[in-house]
Nanobody, 124 residues
Framework: QVQLVESGGGSVQAGGSLRLSCAASGYTYSIMGWFRQAPGKEREAVASIYLGGRSTYYADSVKGRFTISRDVDKNTGYLQMNSLKPEDTAKYTC???????????????????WGQGTQVTVPS
C-alpha cells in the first residue's frame, strides 16, 4: 500500500513558478506521475517518471516548462513548474503504480495510488 500526500500548490502570477511535492509512504511502485484537471475539462496527464531508468515524459503543453523528479532518500516526487500560464490552472494530483510496459506513461490504468490533489491557480 502506498499513500501519497501532495503539497506546494497555491496562486501565482503568470510567468511565475511553483514546486509541487508528493510525499510517498511505501515503496511498491515503479512509476510516479502528475495529472491535472480543470473545471469542466477532462483529466490530463502532465508528467511521469519511471523510477528504474529515471526516464521522464511530459505532455506537450508543459514540455520545456515543467520538470518532474524524485528524491530517492526522501521517497518524494516533485513537479517544478516554471513560466506558469493561466491555462495551467487546475487541481494537480500525484499518482503512483507499477509501470506497464505494454502501455504509455499517460495511461491511468497503471496508476494504482492517488493523492488528494493540490490546487494551482494562475490568474489571467
Amino acid at each position: 500500500q502506498v499513500q501519497l500526500v501532495e503539497s506546494g500548490g497555491g496562486s501565482v502570477q503568470a510567468g511565475g513558478s511553483l514546486r509541487l511535492s508528493c510525499a510517498a509512504s511505501g515503496y511498491t511502485y515503479s512509476i510516479m506521475g502528475w495529472f491535472r484537471q480543470a473545471p469542466g475539462k477532462e483529466r490530463e496527464a502532465v508528467a511521469s517518471i519511471y523510477l528504474g531508468g529515471r526516464s521522464t515524459y511530459y505532455a506537450d503543453s508543459v514540455k520545456g516548462r515543467f520538470t518532474i523528479s524524485r528524491d530517492v532518500d526522501k521517497n518524494t516526487g516533485y513537479l517544478q513548474m516554471n513560466s506558469l500560464k493561466p491555462e495551467d490552472t487546475a487541481k494537480y494530483t500525484c499518482a503512483a503504480g507499477i509501470a506497464d510496459a505494454r502501455t504509455t506513461w499517460s495511461d491511468v490504468t497503471q496508476y494504482k495510488y492517488w493523492g488528494q490533489g493540490t490546487q494551482v491557480t494562475v490568474p489571467s
